[in-house]
């Protein structure tokens, strides 16, 4: 069994049905791709395909499954202070549920990268996949280079200037570039050659390519792997349960049967395991368990 601090690849996503939206326009995009490669340098681990929908995203990684939640919920919280400052709308994103997927065989990793780049066109976009400009499907087998985009290099600026075109302070690599719009290269941070190398053609990635796997990876999410909501997440969250429904924000004051309805819409809800619920509610698991 793989520990939490063995490398592996991982499929990682947020819950699309929980937020009406993520990214509203193209700015919050270009930003949203920019964030990818800072949560790259901020956590060690390597994005091998990702595509950012309009209320959800997906990530392909390697590393352990331990930097694969930092990198996620890092994600997330660069996001919802962009929404807080853009938006005004405080805490958007921090009880969105994620999914962390290990992938134990080849076929697995071959089949989230190509269900993480179909992802477009299977949420309604009209062109080919590597036209969608907010993923990685584009950087595929790609032999020449992107002429339509002019790079700016980053040592060509200073501190100061990299923090009010690209938005952050972090200190990025000499060698990367971005656009005059302010998004990181992808070909910077995204591993391509690795999961070219797993491919190992063209031909190949084009066959996985036009399989349909939206079912059987579907499956897998709702299945395989526990949206991960920490504890103190998940009691905030049944405490506003708690006022909604009893008028009580203190959960310890609400009787049993109370508390075993908020466990059944949390687990709805969140997936969140019976330990996790004993835990957050005090109830006894046995009782949980025959509950929910």
Not at 50 to 58: R, W
Request: net charge positive; with cysteine; hydrophobic share 40%.
């Amino acid at each position: 069994m793989r520990t939490e601090d063995q490398n592996g690849f991982f499929h990682v996503c947020t819950n699309g049905t929980v937020l009406p939206w993520m990214f509203k326009d193209n700015e919050d995009f270009i930003f949203g791709i920019t964030r990818i490669g800072i949560c790259c340098l901020l956590t060690d681990i390597s994005v091998l395909v990702y595509t950012l929908m309009d209320n959800h995203a997906h990530f392909l990684l390697y590393g352990t499954k331990k930097n694969c939640r930092k990198f996620i919920n890092k994600y997330k919280l660069l996001t919802g202070k962009w929404v807080s400052h853009k938006y005004g709308i405080s805490k958007y994103l921090k009880r969105l549920p994620v999914s962390i997927i290990p992938l134990k065989t080849e076929e697995d990793i071959l089949e989230a990268a190509v269900y993480i780049d179909r992802n477009a066109i299977m949420a309604g976009f009209t062109g080919m996949p590597y036209e969608y400009p907010w993923s990685s499907c584009s950087l595929m087998f790609r032999k020449s280079a992107d002429k339509s985009c002019r790079w700016n290099i980053i040592k060509d600026f200073t501190r100061n200037e990299l923090r009010g075109l690209l938005k952050s302070r972090v200190k990025f690599p000499e060698d990367w570039s971005f656009d005059d719009n302010g998004m990181l290269n992808p070909l910077c941070f995204t591993d391509i050659n690795r999961i070219e190398r797993i491919f190992k053609s063209p031909a190949r990635y084009l066959f996985y390519l036009v399989k349909k796997l939206e079912g059987k990876i579907n499956q897998t999410l709702e299945e395989h792997d526990r949206p991960f909501v920490s504890d103190k997440d998940l009691r905030d969250i049944a405490s506003d349960m708690a006022v909604q429904t009893y008028g009580s924000k203190d959960i310890r004051t609400l009787n049993v049967k109370s508390r075993l309805i908020i466990a059944r819409k949390l687990k709805n809800d969140y997936a969140s395991s019976t330990k996790q619920l004993s835990r957050v509610l005090n109830l006894d698991a046995s009782i949980l368990k025959d509950f929910i």
